[in-house]
């Protein structure tokens, strides 16, 4: 590819990037409250836990534990 056609796919895709983690965990419809997080949904930091959840619904579809 070019360096124009780099720059138009970087340009068509930026809006999908950020450069935070979770740069608005408050914003719009999201399938939980972070408010109302407590200490036993914290992790051991022994592994993961990897979730779908659907959008439409807001239940999750998929769950799967990875641990290290």
Do not use: F
Request: with cysteine.
């Amino acid at each position: 590819m070019t360096p124009e056609q780099l720059q138009a796919v970087h340009e068509r895709l930026a809006h999908l990037t950020s450069e935070d983690w979770n740069p608005g965990p408050d914003k719009g419809q999201k399938p939980y409250n972070t408010q109302m997080l407590e200490e036993c949904d914290a992790l051991d930091g022994d592994g993961v836990i990897l979730a779908c959840i659907d959008g439409e619904t807001h239940t999750v579809t998929h769950k799967v534990y990875c641990s290290k």
